[in-house]
């Protein structure tokens, strides 16, 4: 609150009105024409839509793929963010700079660039190809793109918190005994799991929807290497529009559970952390 007793922003009914109707209109109006587009099929025909093998093989491979990619970030991302922060080198703004540049380049020409990479005669891929090592049009493929994609969510969650974690938390740990392996488990890892868990949500969130990245690398065979955006997309472009809007509610609904509770074990975590209970 100002010193005048007035605040800068305006009164709890307006900015709660203008908040509801921003969420409305974004948000809530769209999920809604959402579920009646999908209602409209009936429940026979929308469990049919929805349970199909296809579909459900579109599910599971979004699902795992994302969750995958996350997983990989989650690891990998901490140690970029890591040595961003603790260590002066040439080129480290540049770097630092670069972790940013999937979240400007077009999706399209990430998918494009990523599979002439990949593909069994690119750059990546002709190595690859002695040891039957397959990337592009298969589901690793699409792994490879939700990493992409996915960096800088975790790298940009854990970056604030790892400036704020003093060196010498970890220099005592070391005057005390701890080794390196109890220092980073005992001392560092606790300190980030509720940014590390933003981060993996955040990037598994967007592994979720991801589309433009994905098509081209995917090789989208039915079955195989085909995610439920496609899914979609294909069921759009074939006038099946209650068919598509069926196979995104489910979606919609999985993911939003499962962030819904990778949220409350952040929140949990980050309260353990709070008051000290971090064993």
Do not use: C
């Not at 660039?113 to 891929?125: D, H, I, K, P, Q």
């Amino acid at each position: 609150m100002s010193v005048s007793g007035r605040r800068v922003l305006p009164g709890f009914r307006p900015a709660i009105s203008m908040t509801v109707g921003y969420v409305s209109l974004l948000i809530l109006i769209p999920l809604a024409a959402l579920v009646l587009k999908s209602a409209s099929l009936g429940p026979s025909a929308f469990w049919a839509a929805v349970s199909a093998p296809r579909a459900l093989a579109a599910y599971r491979l979004s699902i795992v793929t994302a969750a995958a990619a996350a997983s990989i970030n989650a690891v990998f991302g901490v140690l970029v963010a890591w040595v961003l922060v603790r260590y002066r080198f040439p080129g480290r703004r540049l770097i630092d700079g670069l972790v940013d540049l999937p979240f400007a380049l077009p999706t399209a020409v990430a998918g494009i660039a990523l599979t002439s990479l990949y593909a069994e005669n690119g750059w990546v891929g002709r190595y690859l190809a002695p040891y039957h090592v397959k990337v592009a049009y298969t589901p690793l493929g699409i792994i490879v793109a939700l990493t992409f994609i996915g960096l800088p969510f975790v790298v940009r969650t854990v970056q604030p918190v790892l400036e704020d974690l003093s060196p010498e938390l970890e220099d005592a740990a070391a005057v005390l005994g701890a080794g390196r392996f109890a220092t980073v488990v005992r001392v560092v890892l606790p300190v980030l799991m509720p940014a590390l868990a933003t981060g993996f949500a955040l990037a598994f969130a967007r592994g979720l929807g991801e589309y433009g990245s994905i098509v081209f690398i995917a090789g989208n065979m039915p079955m195989v290497s085909e995610i439920t955006p496609l899914l979609i997309m294909i069921k759009l472009e074939q006038y099946d529009y209650a068919g598509a809007t069926a196979v995104a509610l489910v979606f919609l609904v999985a993911s939003f559970t499962m962030l819904f509770a990778i949220g409350a074990m952040t929140r949990r975590a980050a309260a353990r952390l709070k008051t000290g209970d971090i064993a």
